[in-house]
């Protein structure tokens, strides 16, 4: 089994910064991509940025220039660096990855986080 747990959410206020983390743990042979989704009240779930093992990034247009996805693939863990939060950025931020438990499964498995709370407000 594996657990993500995510960290780092708050109440910040606009054009202010926070960095929020997922780490992984449990049965874990290889992780492949990383995410970040969101989810803001009465919306859905919505993709915000993906990295692959070996570091390469993509993020979402609405955070493209703000927000920043990395990983340090010895912990387990991928972060996301947001600057310049603004309002509508307020949303539950949810971690999500494509986990290998076992070496000689042909493909991975998708596990979530609990997601972690995220208010811009002043």
């Known amino acids: 089994q594996v657990q993500l747990v995510e960290s780092g959410g708050g109440l910040v206020q606009p054009g202010g910064s926070l960095r929020l983390s997922c780490a992984a743990s449990?049965?874990?042979?290889?992780?492949?991509?990383m995410r970040w989704y969101r989810q803001a009240p009465g919306q859905q779930r919505e993709w915000v940025a993906i990295?692959?093992?070996?570091?390469?990034?993509k993020h979402a247009d609405s955070v493209n220039g703000r927000f920043i996805i990395s990983r340090d693939n010895a912990k387990n863990t991928t972060y996301l660096h947001m600057n310049n939060l603004k309002p509508e950025d307020t949303a539950v931020y949810y971690c999500?990855?494509?986990?290998?438990?076992?070496?000689?499964?042909?493909?991975?498995?998708?596990?979530w986080g609990q997601g972690t709370q995220v208010t811009v407000s002043s």
């Open positions: 999500n990855a494509d986990v290998v438990t076992e070496p000689w499964r042909r493909s991975p498995d998708e596990y």
């Open positions: 449990g049965s874990i042979f290889a992780i492949y991509f």
């Open positions: 990295i692959t093992s070996g570091g390469v990034t």
